[in-house]
């Protein structure tokens, strides 16, 4: 039998699986969360934990075809106890896929990063490997962080992978040898914004309804493209509206928010700074639903975006230095907001925008530097 070594952090460790291990990998494998996001049987029983513990890992590592590992952490009490497993399952010369799960106690803790750097490190420096692959279902937020510190690229491309018999969208990463483990980009978290009677937040699943109505406006379409492009604007069509401004988010590019109506949470607007270069500057959008213009409320909103676009990057803020922002000419509400909101009219592009009736606006641009932010 193959000998199992040992890795630890001083923290984490990685170990060969036990017969003891049996109990701990059911509870892990028959986890809602588990089986939602991994390949793992369903229904899973005793029986395939134990197979999984006597014979798939070391038939993996006598094969050297796969090297798996069971995780131990303390808990709480300071107990070590089963964390998950990791593993490299080889994919030819110099390259391996990375795996891992969390068992539900370990989760949050930041085992798994710990677990994967010390597996990732060993596998380049002991197993001659060249590039590791990371493959995931795509929105498993979680995975996807781990292999953000973990410095693995993730490619934008469309990827896929087999669920129990199903292909399902997945996101792909890689990392190769010589290579920071460390996050290539931000990841922009999106705080709640609380001032001027507005609430900015996260974007929320059940706003898709409120969104979808606010791209298919007729008013909202007359003056943007974009809108009238995507049409259709159905569940059915764009179920990934609200997962696509996460995403933006998790690649650095892109903070939006909600404007949530302070009593009711509905969705009112949306909020967002794109084409963001870090610590530099961003790109201002914004749209209002047809029930909340008229109000000032986008105005309000869009002054509250921009404090935060402006407060240090150390004090919590993205710490930009200038925010630039465009609209049809003839969108004349648009332009009253900008200005409102304190942006200063930098020029005009002309017939730049093509209106749904078929004829040509101009486009009006807006700035403002931090040290005009007022």
Known sequence: MTRVPTLTDGVVTLRGHTEDDVPAVLEQCTDAGTQAWTTVPVPYTLDDAKTFVRHLVPGGWEADAEWGFAVTAPDDDGTERFAGGVALNRRGAGLAELGY??????????????ACRLLVRWGFEERGLEVVDWTAKKWNWPSRRVAWRLGFAVGQERHWMQQRGALVPAWHGTLARGEELAPRHPWYDVPVLRDQGVVLRPP????????????????????SEG???????????????VEERREWAARGEAVAWTVADPGTDAHLGLVQLYH???????????????????????????RVALRHAFVPWDDGGLGLRRVHAHAASANAASCRVLAAAGLRETGTTRSDALLADGTWSDTT????LVEEWR
């Open 101 to 114: 799960a969390t068992s539900p106690w370990a989760r949050g803790r930041g085992v798994t990063e710990r």
């Open 204 to 223: 929320a699943d059940a706003d898709l309804p409120r969104m979808l109505e606010c791209l298919a406006d007729p008013v909202m379409q007359h003056f």
């Open 227 to 241: 809108p009238r492009e995507r049409a259709p604007h159905t569940a059915e069509r764009w179920p990934d509206l």
């Open 276 to 302: 963001l270069h870090h610590r530099r500057q961003a790109e201002l959008g914004f749209w209002a639903h047809p029930d909340a213009r008229g109000r000032g409320l986008t105005t309000r909103a869009v």
């Open 365 to 368: 641009r807006f700035d403002v």
